[in-house]
């Protein structure tokens, strides 16, 4: 239907068909077996983003004891079992949700909220004419950071929102961040620019083309419209190139949508392909945190951590224009969330698992009470695999890290990148970590933690600072101002809780 539209740009106008509200997701029960998450998650899943429906399986197979909650949205096969070392060399070319790896493939970045609530912000995406392609919500203004009352009210923020929207935002208003991945990035902008002109700065009067070498030359491959009114609601729409948000996803060429994407968001219209991509880019933010962390952790160490990765060089954090304690806020309120996405890439990696007794309870998933514990093995050859599968922008920097650290002459370390070349077009390598890996793996922990955290700030640092100089250019100087005084907003509010804290903890 889109692919069509984008053919055939006059077809644009036509108004497309709006499917009916998805059902609404059953609660689990303590006596629920665990299985039937991935029944009530496979029939969410084809409802919400496919338009079909899928009759649950009636003969599930009998679930491991202690990591059944993870198999309960994984990444599965019909018969259970993942498929074996899809990561190895992904097909990023397809272009049908078949050409998947399995036919649950990814259901685990599927996040569930309120029907209501999900349908409002379809609501939002239809009101746009020019072909979005894939779209997801995320932030604050969709998942709850803090039990803060300090924002505005939703009837001075929304001019005219939702009812569910209210609701699921407890009367305060909040804006609401989408990000749209579109195929053609300056016809899309000349679609947009045709009816909603009013959403653009002045940038928007140098035409489609302008605006789209901004939007692709200029930081992260992102052109943000904020603070304007769609469907009554106030929101923030950042548009990328389909091909621009599969790349960093893959390789981590800039972290900046792919860092986005390793908190939980709302999915409101797939792609196959960032589908795929986004699945190697959760179980690289799993393989990067247990290089940060040691032999035994716990949940909210592993998600705060991979919650932390697109922070670690973001300017905003080392200016009074960020809460201290966002990533923090992010990983308490969203607990249950953070298992849906990592636990079922979890379950399947070998060389980590939960040992936590209370992860073969049947309500495990839902309960924010328990921080289970898990154990990695720290043998060099397991985490020198690891080393090597990171991505590929992101894996060779930190093989220039370690070439300047342990003065491997340039001839033999030109051998070293030649041998670790992932393109392979006539068949699967498999990507297993050599001598080289192995030292940078065995290196001493506090040592390896310095190196990658390095890698991620160089990695992230300028492509956040130069989107950050792109918003008085694409948001306007106003509409930028009153961005960074929210933000300064934040950062006070974050400040005095920490000094509540103290005084309260002196007491």
């Not at 860092?259 to 990067?288: C, E, F, M, Y």
């Amino acid at each position: 239907h889109w692919a069509y539209i984008e053919a055939v740009p006059q077809l644009s106008r036509v108004i497309p068909f709006r499917p009916s509200p998805a059902p609404v997701f059953r609660s689990q029960s303590p006596t629920q077996p665990k299985w039937t998450l991935l029944q009530e998650a496979r029939r969410r899943y084809a409802s919400d983003n496919q338009g079909g429906f899928q009759a649950p399986n009636t003969n599930p197979s009998t679930p491991k004891s202690a990591k059944a909650p993870s198999r309960a949205l994984s990444s599965s096969d019909s018969n259970g079992k993942p498929p074996v070392e899809w990561d190895d060399n992904p097909d990023l070319s397809i272009s049908a949700f078949s050409q998947l790896p399995s036919k649950d493939f990814g259901v685990n970045q599927h996040m569930l909220i309120n029907a209501e609530f999900k349908e409002a912000l379809r609501q939002i995406l239809w009101q746009f004419r020019a072909p979005i392609r894939y779209a997801f919500a995320y932030g604050s203004g969709v998942f709850p950071q803090t039990a803060s009352s300090s924002s505005v009210s939703a009837s001075k923020l929304h001019p005219g929102p939702s009812p569910a929207i209210s609701t699921v935002q407890g009367g305060k208003g909040k804006m609401i961040d989408f990000i749209f991945g579109v195929s053609y990035s300056q016809h899309w902008h000349s679609l947009n620019l045709h009816q909603h002109r009013d959403h653009y700065s002045a940038a928007g009067s140098l035409g489609s083309y302008a605006v789209s070498q901004i939007q692709d030359k200029w930081g992260a491959g992102v052109y943000f419209n904020p603070f304007v009114t769609v469907n009554g609601t106030l929101v923030k729409y950042g548009v990328v190139n389909l091909d621009t948000l599969c790349k960093d996803l893959s390789e981590w060429d800039t972290l900046y949508l792919a860092g986005r994407l390793h908190k939980p968001v709302k999915i409101l219209r797939d792609d196959p392909r960032v589908r795929l991509a986004n699945q190697v880019n959760l179980l690289s933010a799993v393989r990067t945190a247990l290089l940060l962390l040691p032999s035994a952790f716990t949940e909210q160490d592993l998600y705060s951590t991979i919650a932390g990765i697109s922070y670690l060089g973001d300017l905003r954090m080392s200016l009074p224009t960020e809460n201290k304690n966002k990533v923090a806020n992010i990983v308490t309120h969203q607990l249950a969330n953070f298992r849906r996405l990592y636990a079922p890439l979890i379950e399947n990696l070998p060389n980590v698992s939960f040992k936590d007794p209370q992860t073969s309870e049947s309500n495990w998933i839902d309960d924010n009470t328990t921080n289970a514990l898990l154990e990695q093995d720290m043998d060099p050859v397991k985490r020198g695999n690891m080393v090597r599968r990171l991505p590929k922008a992101f894996r060779s920097k930190l093989y220039f890290a370690y070439q300047s650290k342990l003065q491997i002459p340039q001839l033999e370390f030109n051998k070293m990148l030649e041998a670790a070349e992932d393109e392979d077009p006539t068949r699967i390598k498999r990507r297993q970590g050599g001598t080289f890996e192995r030292r940078i793996a065995g290196d001493e922990p506090d040592s390896l933690s310095k190196e990658v955290r390095a890698v991620i700030k160089k990695t992230i640092s300028w492509p956040s600072a130069s989107q950050s100089l792109k918003g008085p250019v694409t948001g306007g100087v106003r509409k930028t101002w009153r961005y960074v005084s929210e933000k300064i907003a934040k950062y006070q509010e974050g400040k005095k809780k920490d000094k509540s804290d103290m005084e309260n903890g002196r007491k």
